[in-house]
């Protein structure tokens, strides 16, 4: 049976207005999220057990959590 989890969506809301608060350019902004999910999504394929967050919603929060720790390398600020 798998658990349903649940996450904050004002969280969520929060983390993407930070990355766009960061961002000099959303458009790439938006692509660079787009991109990472779709790179964890394929390299997450074989993994049934972490199906509880969409990918472009795990790739938000990693970004976030990026930019606000800095001893996280990223190419977020590329």
Do not use: G, W
Not at 9 to 18: A, D, F, K, L, P
Not at 40 to 68: C, G, Q, W
């Amino acid at each position: 049976m798998l658990k349903k989890y649940s996450f904050d969506s004002s969280q969520i809301m929060y983390c993407s207005q930070e990355l766009l608060d960061a961002a000099s350019n959303r458009y790439r902004i938006t692509v660079q999220v787009a991109m990472r999910a779709k790179r964890r999504r394929y390299e997450e394929f074989d993994n049934i057990d972490n199906v509880h967050m969409k990918p472009a919603i795990r790739a938000i929060i990693e970004m976030s959590d990026e930019l606000t720790q800095p001893e996280i390398i990223s190419d977020v600020r590329d």
